[in-house]
Nanobody, 127 residues
Framework: QVALVESGGGLVQAGDSLRLSCAAS????????MGWFGQVPGKEREFLAA????????DYADSVKGRFTISRDNAENTVYLQMNSVKPEDTAVYYC????????????????????WGQGTQVTVSS
C-alpha cells in the first residue's frame, strides 16, 4: 500500500504558476503509475495528467496540455504537477492518485482506475 499527501495549493492570480507535490510513503512510488485529477463541487473528478512508473510516458487532458507538466522523482517518492498560465477555470481541489500498473494508456484517464488517493489540495485562481 501507499499513502499520498498533496501540497502546494493556494490562491494565485490568473497567469501565475504553481507547483503541486504529491509525496508517497509506504511502498516506493516507483511501483505505481500516478495521476492528477481536479474536482469542483458537484462534479466528478476530472483527469488532468498521468505518468508511468518510469516517468517515460505521460498523458494530458486537452484542457491542460501545453500548460501543465507532470513529472516524478522516484528517489524522493514524489510526483509533481507544474501548473503554468493558470486560469480561473483551473480552480479546483487537486488530487493525486496511484495505481500499480506497468503501462499507461487511456484507461488511466478514469478515476476508477486508481487504487490510492491523497486528501487533496485546494487551488484557487482569481481573475
Amino acid at each position: 500500500q501507499v499513502a499520498l499527501v498533496e501540497s502546494g495549493g493556494g490562491l494565485v492570480q490568473a497567469g501565475d504558476s504553481l507547483r503541486l507535490s504529491c509525496a508517497a510513503s509506504g511502498r516506493p512510488s516507483s511501483s505505481y503509475a500516478m495521476g492528477w485529477f481536479g474536482q469542483v463541487p458537484g462534479k466528478e473528478r476530472e483527469f488532468l495528467a498521468a505518468i508511468s512508473r518510469s516517468g517515460n510516458n505521460k498523458d494530458y487532458a486537452d484542457s491542460v496540455k501545453g500548460r501543465f507538466t507532470i513529472s516524478r522523482d522516484n528517489a524522493e517518492n514524489t510526483v509533481y504537477l507544474q501548473m503554468n498560465s493558470v486560469k480561473p477555470e483551473d480552480t479546483a481541489v487537486y488530487y493525486c492518485a496511484a495505481v500499480s500498473t506497468f503501462g499507461l494508456n487511456v484507461r488511466y484517464r478514469r478515476a476508477d482506475a486508481y487504487d490510492y488517493w491523497g486528501q487533496g489540495t485546494q487551488v484557487t485562481v482569481s481573475s
